[in-house]
């Protein structure tokens, strides 16, 4: 099926220019208009009937591509696609539910459908594929989650670097000097999953400028997976007094492991996690937790979004937004001085 990608690519304009061409814009000048008119009959393209009938005007949808992972934590995923869908309500428009599994493939076909006047992404790789292509259609798109080649789309993340280098001091400052990292399992720093990979690399830069020895271990959540993961810490590092989890699903199993270990919170240990309030402050001692609004998340990329559809409509570039949300340290019952342990 021809695309307006390759209708754009065979005139030397970009997909916006073509568009504006199909849609009557007078902005275009008249040697653009009759490249991109020859272009469309050489190629045989045919805009979706849909499209056409909405031409100079919104569909008042936007897609929200949304990952159904048994490796995501759902409750934070549903948080945010929540205040998605209020947020765009709010302003006038409805969510179109794609799941991420689809790949680069499912945002291809609702780009070029004309379905949703923009794109929301979630769970964003470092080197997201379906990046590439939401330029090629000239989609306006947000993302949730903070790529390494933003240009073209605008983003809002939780500031993770900061968050893995709060976790870093708060230990420090309470005088623990060996560290283990539970993190995700290696699937997710596999496919360079941004929120995993950045909070690693803030807190191993933090820990080497607070002299703190460190060791990360990937964990899929599992109580067994958990067991070996804290099995070979302490085989390394006997002496470790310090954790810090980012793995909702190795919280309970950690802290039960340590207790029937004869390493009770805060006692023995200091455990530090990256998660949700709420699911610090239901954990037995209530954990110290490093966090951030997850409806912000939502709230502020269907805003992005729609200031990007404004700015397209009036014929001028859309502003790139980079927005880091920042975390918050909450000291709780879970950690203590090192010399406690």
């Known amino acids: 099926m021809v695309t307006i990608a390759d209708v754009a690519r065979r005139a030397g304009v970009s997909p916006s220019t073509v568009s504006y061409v199909l849609n009557g814009r007078t902005s275009v000048?008249?040697?653009?208009?009759?490249?991109?008119?020859?272009?469309?009959?050489?190629?045989?393209?045919?805009?979706?009937?849909?499209?056409?009938?909405?031409?100079?005007?919104r569909s008042r949808i936007i897609a929200l591509v949304m990952p159904l992972r048994t490796d995501m934590y759902?409750?934070?995923?549903?948080?945010?696609?929540?205040?998605?869908?209020?947020?765009?309500?709010?302003?006038?428009?409805?969510?179109?539910l794609i799941t991420s599994e689809e790949g680069p493939e499912g945002v291809r076909r609702v780009a070029a459908s004309g379905l949703a006047d923009g794109v929301i992404l979630m769970d964003v790789e470092l080197d997201d594929p379906r990046i590439p292509v939401l330029r090629e259609q000239g989609t306006q798109a947000a993302l949730i989650g903070l790529p390494d080649d933003a240009r073209q789309l605008s983003c809002v993340d939780h500031d993770f670097a900061t968050a893995g280098a709060l976790c870093a001091d708060h230990l420090a400052d309470?005088?623990?000097?060996?560290?283990a990292f539970i993190g995700y399992g290696f699937r997710i720093y596999e496919r360079h999953a941004g929120y995993a990979e950045r909070t690693l690399a803030g807190f191993a830069e933090r820990a080497a400028e607070r002299g703190l020895s460190f060791l990360h271990r990937p964990c899929e959540g599992t109580y067994e997976s958990t067991a070996q993961a804290l099995d070979r810490i302490f085989a390394e590092r006997p002496r470790t007094t310090g954790f810090v989890v980012q793995n909702e699903g190795a919280i309970g199993p950690l802290l039960s492991l340590l207790r029937t270990g004869g390493r009770p919170v805060p006692e023995g240990v200091s455990v530090v996690a990256l998660c949700p309030e709420q699911l610090a402050e239901q954990q037995t001692p209530?954990?110290?937790?490093?966090?951030?609004?997850?409806?912000?998340?939502?709230?502020?990329a269907v805003e992005q979004v729609l200031r990007r559809l404004d700015a397209a409509s009036q014929?001028?570039?859309?502003?790139?937004?980079?927005?880091?949300?920042?975390?918050?340290?909450?000291v709780r019952q879970s950690s203590g001085p090192a010399e406690l342990s």
């Open 29 to 57: 000048s008249e040697v653009t208009r009759r490249r991109v008119e020859r272009s469309v009959a050489e190629l045989g393209y045919h805009p979706n009937a849909g499209a056409k009938a909405l031409a100079g005007r």
């Open 286 to 300: 209530a954990l110290t937790s490093v966090s951030g609004p997850a409806t912000e998340l939502g709230r502020v």
């Open 315 to 330: 014929d001028t570039a859309p502003e790139d937004e980079r927005v880091l949300l920042a975390p918050t340290l909450t």
């Open 174 to 179: 309470l005088g623990h000097r060996a560290i």
């Open 74 to 96: 759902v409750p934070v995923m549903m948080e945010i696609a929540l205040s998605v869908t209020t947020t765009a309500r709010r302003r006038g428009y409805d969510v179109l």
